[in-house]
């Protein structure tokens, strides 16, 4: 029996030699094509075969600009895309959307849940509405923008990359940030850039409590030339006055501090 919209169903995918998901040849093709773009309706699709169906036009018919309708929230959309393409899902994504990827463009119309962009190597994520906890987790390149809030870890373990929200983010956002960029135009929750390695935060509203050797910025012509960029590229409008944050690198040596002296760091 076909399972009902939005209904997850848990199915184990072939894999070939490279480890990548093989494509189904049993599944019907569904997509109206037109020239190099497509557009279908996943409305009473699995998410097996809506990526199935992706990763076919994308990589067996060659389209560059794919229109996704009815997503339903269904998790793991748009998982592991290696090309340069344009994605657009014309609703609401669940947990794990376009985790993976490395190198299309993506627009998310709705909302997602937890773990977007996770491990996202290069590309674009732009999503029109909010997005759950652990954004960009593990990101290492590419920009994730977000129109409304995030929720909590953002950037958890961020190795590269830009991720920016016009809206607030919840707690230990930047948590063990290595690399990259976050510009927060809102409010950021206790714990921010907590055990941050490197990189750096930049936050527009009020900041409820710093983490561990999270501490403040000097500003740069860079910084300015970065947030104006960025602004610019995704039609963001007007940067709002930003504070910056880095790492204060006192917990580079943590492991050969005395006892004593680990109680003045923390």
Same mark, same amino acid.
């Given at each position: 029996?076909?399972?009902?919209?939005? #209904?997850?169903?848990?199915?184990?995918?072939?894999?070939?030699?490279?480890?990548?998901?093989?494509?189904?040849?049993?599944? /019907?093709?569904?997509?109206?094509?037109?020239?190099?773009?497509?557009?279908?309706?996943?409305?009473?699709?699995?998410?097996?075969?809506?990526?199935?169906?992706?990763?076919?036009?994308? =990589?067996?018919? $060659?389209?560059?600009?794919?229109?996704?309708?009815?997503?339903?929230?269904?998790?793991?959309? $748009?998982?592991?895309?290696?090309?340069? +393409?344009?994605?657009?899902?014309?609703?609401?994504?669940?947990?794990? *959307?376009?985790?993976?990827?490395?190198?299309? #463009?993506?627009?998310?119309?709705?909302?997602?849940?937890?773990?977007?962009? #996770?491990?996202?190597?290069?590309?674009?994520?732009?999503?029109?509405?909010?997005?759950?906890?652990?954004?960009?987790?593990?990101?290492? $390149?590419?920009?994730?923008?977000?129109?409304?809030?995030?929720?909590?870890?953002? &950037?958890?373990?961020?190795?590269?990359?830009t991720?920016?929200?016009l809206?607030?983010?919840?707690?230990?956002?930047?948590?063990?940030?290595q690399? *990259?960029?976050?510009?927060? +135009?809102?409010?950021?929750?206790?714990?921010?850039?907590?055990?941050? =390695?490197?990189?750096?935060?930049?936050?527009? *509203?009020k900041?409820?409590?710093?983490?561990i050797? +999270?501490? /403040? &910025?000097?500003?740069?012509?860079?910084?300015?030339?970065?947030?104006?960029?960025?602004?610019?590229?995704?039609?963001?409008?007007?940067? /709002?006055?930003?504070?910056?944050?880095?790492?204060?690198?006192?917990? =580079?040596? =943590?492991?050969?501090?005395? /006892?004593?002296?680990?109680?003045?760091?923390?």
């Amino acid at each position: 029996m076909e399972p009902v919209s939005g #209904e997850q169903v848990n199915e184990q995918p072939r894999m070939d030699e490279r480890g990548l998901v093989e494509l189904d040849d049993s599944i /019907p093709k569904v997509a109206e094509i037109d020239g190099t773009k497509a557009q279908f309706d996943a409305k009473d699709m699995t998410t097996r075969k809506i990526n199935a169906e992706l990763r076919w036009l994308i =990589y067996e018919q $060659g389209i560059k600009d794919v229109t996704v309708l009815n997503p339903s929230a269904r998790h793991s959309l $748009g998982t592991a895309i290696l090309a340069r +393409c344009r994605i657009r899902f014309e609703g609401s994504l669940g947990y794990f *959307g376009c985790g993976l990827i490395d190198g299309p #463009e993506i627009h998310i119309t709705g909302r997602v849940g937890w773990s977007v962009a #996770e491990n996202m190597m290069s590309g674009v994520i732009v999503v029109d509405g909010n997005a759950g906890s652990l954004a960009g987790a593990a990101l290492r $390149g590419g920009d994730l923008v977000v129109r409304g809030d995030l929720g909590a870890r953002t &950037g958890i373990d961020q190795k590269g990359g830009t991720i920016i929200t016009l809206g607030n983010a919840a707690s230990m956002t930047g948590f063990m940030m290595q690399r *990259g960029r976050q510009i927060i +135009c809102g409010d950021v929750g206790p714990g921010l850039g907590d055990s941050m =390695y490197d990189g750096t935060i930049y936050v527009g *509203g009020k900041v409820a409590a710093l983490g561990i050797d +999270c501490v /403040p &910025g000097d500003w740069t012509d860079a910084d300015t030339e970065l947030i104006g960029r960025k602004f610019s590229s995704y039609d963001l409008g007007e940067p /709002p006055e930003l504070q910056k944050f880095v790492c204060g690198k006192k917990l =580079y040596n =943590y492991d050969s501090l005395e /006892p004593s002296e680990r109680k003045l760091v923390l």
